[in-house]
């Protein structure tokens, strides 16, 4: 999958390929699959203008108590995949840490408007789910999938909405609604599993 959205982006293969690719100003095609679908390119870009202004390495910051991206699950070009883009922008990066069976199928990240980072796992009888983070959304009810509220969950150290997607699987949104928020969608997964892999994800280091 090959992206072109800013200035800079990045993409990540599924775990079974030949690796990740990188690169800056590449042609958009591609989906990254799952109950939260993205296409990258035009569909994707913000509608709004984040108050959040571009980052860049030189002047990212670290998150306090965040981890080496050694720690998040996948091949060693899907680790890359997160440390690059934490050191990359100023907001919390977040990844999985999963049980066996699941792997990436599919993600990107782009640094202009604020940065963004998406990313899909595939895992056991097809299940998956999509991270969504950074300034991915900028529309004011905060791009949730359609569901109820179905009370609070961890999303790593933060606290995020539970909700009981129409489809019958779950989602976590943390500040839906602001210029910078984080969303876990799944897809096959019952309320338990998504709690579960909510809890576990880690901050990452950049």
């Known amino acids: 999958m090959t992206v072109a959205c800013g200035s800079a982006a990045g993409t990540v293969s599924p775990s079974g390929s030949t690796g990740a690719t990188r690169t800056a100003g590449a042609a958009a095609t591609g989906t990254a699959s799952g109950s939260a679908t993205v296409t990258p390119g035009p569909s994707v870009k913000p509608t709004g203008t984040p108050t959040d202004a571009p980052s860049t390495a030189a002047g990212a910051t670290t998150t306090p108590g965040a981890v080496a991206a050694s720690d998040c699950t996948g091949t060693a070009a899907n680790r890359t995949f997160y440390g690059s883009t934490a050191a990359a922008v100023h907001w919390t990066v977040y990844c999985p840490v999963l049980p066996s069976g699941w792997y990436v199928d599919g993600g990107l990240y782009r640094l ?17 789910f999509t991270l969504d983070e950074g300034a991915w959304c900028t529309d004011a009810a905060g791009c949730l999938p359609p569901g109820t509220d179905a009370g609070q969950t961890a999303f790593g150290d933060r606290q995020g909405t539970l909700i009981a997607m129409d489809g019958g699987s779950f989602a976590i949104a943390v500040d839906a609604g602001h210029s910078i928020s984080w969303q876990l969608a799944g897809d096959g997964l019952d309320e338990a599993t998504v709690r579960a892999f909510g809890a576990a994800l880690i901050a990452v280091g950049g």
């Open 112 to 128: 202009a408007g604020g940065g963004r980072l998406v990313i899909t796992y595939r895992g056991p009888a097809g299940a998956r």
